[in-house]
């Protein structure tokens, strides 16, 4: 591969003046965790400890998954190999980063001289069964309330067992059969008062390169945790909790800081829901007005102004992203999303105003309850949007994934069929229409997705056997020679009754 390109802002440590070994590690592409606060977070924030080097690994894009970025060190060599799983598909890289490491893929098989393997991260804070037999412990919920606790257990002059009984102990850390008792997902009430990287890591590379990470050279900002929406399906709006919004004056000197120590001239906003924020419309204003760069995650319709998105256009963003989710307006109303079609369609009047060259419009397929009406009106209403505006229209239609502990929780997905024939017929019917571009993901991805969302520890063979075969077709693989019926728990309807695999998790 071409030779790996300078990033500023590393650090690297004398290793014999330091007590733990971590590697931070992302089993994806580089820019895709890159990309994301956590990597960020926990590199400044273990590297800030005198007795802790922290170094990053990544899957694919960097010289090697198994030695780190900023010295080579082996993965092996670490006390704490710690990975961050935003999707639950990555846990293939992940089984694969370990064994490539000399690591044994189960914690059954590790030995005193392992590395202790934790993993955090939304997809394990759901539910972390089918990932339990890989890890030695899951962090659930937010992970920077912990690993100060945890790297101390660590370099307690203990057996590696003890250390693991220890680590149990630690409220929001599950200790796959050590853990007693109702698991207590870990959030904080004001993030005001935790620690927000400001020294980030940048690549010295070019626009365009896949080393950039999806916001470009930017500082990532994070300006709220969780949602204070609960639209039935989704994730963000159930586990991390009631939005917090970071104040004003915080934010103001996160960035401050943040634009003196990494040679940024963007900011990248992240959280859900940002519109719902209070003095967004300030804060934008302020960045726009110090002559910042901004990006700004998708927005919900109902939170969109005239005076937002023109600032957000200002800022260089050039792109709205909204999710309508939904055809219907009755659809959205019984999945939880209450918009309406007049906000959604103000909202890219605002943006055509603003100046913006496109919109993103995020829709799902095969939620509880619709009907074919409800998949052929989201085709009626982008054709309707289309003749009405010269903006690009980007749509992009994902099928419905149930997700551990959302209202959607005892849901089945439908079939691979029906799933592709509800995507067929909105792809067929915008084929036509100007200035649309239209995105669907694989269906067969979002099967694998369901069963590793819903699944429970039994589905650890397949995965282990998946992780050697690699691709979509190594799961079809893996489900034969393991004799587990890995691509029906995303259809099973047993968990509409009774107690959920996932209930000791608890709030
Ligand atoms: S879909 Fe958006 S608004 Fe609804 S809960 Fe999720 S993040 Fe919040």
Redesign the pocket.
Known sequence: MSQFPREINTVTKDVRQVNILFALCYPSTYRAGMSGLAMHLFYSALNARQDTSCERYFRFDTPSPVRSLESGRGLRDNHIVGFSLTYEIDILHLVQMLEMAGIPAFASDRECDDPIVIIGGPAVSANPLPFSRFADAFVIGEGDLVIHDIVDTVGEDKSRNDIIDAIADIEGVYVPHRSEGPVRRLKIDNIDHIFHPTRQIVADVPDGSRHQPIFGRALLVEVTRG?????K??????IPGP?RARSLERLQSIIQRGIAETPVKKLALIG??LGDMPRLQELIDWIVGAGLQLSVP?L?ADTVTQELVSSIAKGGQRTLTI?P?TGTEELRRRV??GIRDDQIERAIDMAESAGMHAVKLYFIVGLPSEQESDVAAIAEMVRSLAERHRIRITVGVNPFVPKAHTRFEREAQPSLEVIRAKIRLVEERLRSVPRVIFEGLDPREARVQAALSMGDESLSEVILLASRYGGLGGWRRAERESGIAFFSVASDTSRREGDLPWSFIVD
Do not use: M, P, T
Request: net charge positive; proline share 0%; hydrophobic share 25%.
């Open positions: 949602c204070g929406h609960a639209c399906f989704c994730l963000i709006g159930h939005r859900s829901s998708s919900r999710a989710e939880g999303k």
